[in-house]
């Protein structure tokens, strides 16, 4: 027997994984002191889908979501206490 050519695959495509770079950029210029305030922007390239952004930090005890953070930049007050912390940019594929 031979395969009927009109008819439709049996199976999904295989979806190609999400990938892309990121870099975070420090938009402030010069010194940065206690009280300024800071803006970090992710710089997002060769995504193979369209993403949703999301920040998130880390105080030394993990990674945790800011809450409401979901544009390109992400703005704070530097304070003795967060100048410290790691920041990243979490990206998730979107349909």
Same mark, same amino acid.
């Given at each position: 027997?031979? =395969? ?37 922007k992710a710089i997002v390239k ?5 993403? =949703? ?29 967060? =100048? ?10 979107? =349909?």
């Amino acid at each position: 027997p031979t =395969a009927d050519p009109t008819a439709e695959p049996t199976a999904e495509p295989t979806p190609v994984p999400f990938a892309a770079e990121v870099e975070i950029e420090l938009e402030n210029k010069g010194d940065v002191f206690y009280g300024d305030e800071i803006t970090l922007k992710a710089i997002v390239k060769n995504a193979t889908a369209p993403y =949703a952004i999301r920040w998130e930090m880390n105080d030394g005890s993990g990674w945790r979501t800011i809450q409401g953070e979901t544009e390109d930049e992400y703005e704070f007050v530097i304070t003795e206490e967060n =100048a410290a912390y790691d920041y990243r940019v979490v990206l998730t594929a979107v =349909a």
